[in-house]
């Protein structure tokens, strides 16, 4: 049984068949009972109250038809629960009201009262159920809506990310490029001494062989004296100096690199003359 108190309109052209379902539903707590002679008045009734959740009608009624009455429930209520009384056996008077009205059932008069009290309670629970998954369907429907935008948002978020990699591997490659036709010697050395840097003028003078001087250690390759130039980085801004390698002279510079992405040094060797 419905727990809240739900409302159900009773039309019928009979006043004893209208009181004899007010005595049958008196007992039940939580039904709220309206009756209506008359099609016309039962849509005046739908009108005021707007919440009615079952409407139960006379299948003959004059001046407006049950059938007629249920077509135009169906149209501006299509949520209600329709059931039909009718004294008459006719199938095609059933079909009818099917198809015009969209009923739930088909009820022949006289009725067995406890056949109506169970077919309006099964009625109830079916109509909630089907509340209850229409409800549950919008909610799905709008978190799938959500995941499909965030989905959106991320393959958007993806497709930045990746033209902003690609924008920066081009950078680098340029620049990569750029310092390998510079007629300089430059190293980028990281906080552990790692050579993590070098274009292609540092690895023709220091040779290591494989990928040259990166991934060594900066005291396994430079010698003393340039060794000695970086870490004078401790005490000096710009440590500079002439050295001589291969017997070339070079003026060399060490500065530091201290940005939220690169920490470390630079060695520059300028060739002189």
Not at 222 to 251: G, V
Request: contains cysteine; negative net charge; hydrophobic residues 40%.
């Amino acid at each position: 049984m419905i727990e809240e108190e739900v409302k159900i309109l009773c039309v019928d052209d009979e006043r004893n068949v209208l009181k004899s379902l007010r005595r049958l539903f008196m007992d039940e707590d939580s039904y709220e009972i309206f009756v209506a002679e008359s099609g016309t008045e039962g849509l005046e009734i739908l009108e005021e109250e707007g919440d009615i959740r079952m409407v139960i009608s006379d299948y003959r009624m004059p001046e407006m038809t049950g059938v007629e009455f249920l077509r135009q429930v169906n149209e501006k209520w299509p949520n209600t629960v329709r059931i039909v009384l009718s004294g008459y056996a006719d199938t095609s008077a059933v079909v009818e009201a099917i198809n015009e009205g969209q009923i739930y059932k088909f009820i022949p008069k006289p009725w067995n009262d406890e056949e109506l009290i169970t077919t309006v309670a099964a009625a109830l629970e079916h109509q909630a159920l089907q509340w209850e998954n229409r409800h549950l369907s919008e909610e799905l429907q709008k978190k799938n809506t959500v995941l499909q935008k965030m989905n959106e948002n991320l393959e958007e978020l993806v497709r930045q990310r990746t033209e902003a990699l690609d924008l920066r591997n081009r950078v680098l490659q340029i620049s990569q490029g750029i310092l390998d036709v510079l007629p300089v010697v430059v190293f980028g050395i990281d906080t552990e001494q790692m050579i993590v840097h070098c274009n292609e003028y540092a690895m023709d003078l220091f040779p290591c062989g494989g990928i040259g001087p990166l991934g060594h250690d900066r005291t396994e390759v430079f010698s003393t004296e340039i060794n000695h130039l970086i870490d004078r980085l401790e005490t000096e801004a710009t440590p500079k100096a002439e050295i001589e390698l291969q017997q070339k002279k070079y003026r060399a510079e060490v500065r530091p690199l201290h940005n939220a992405l690169s920490r470390g040094a630079v060695l520059v060797l300028i060739p002189e003359g």
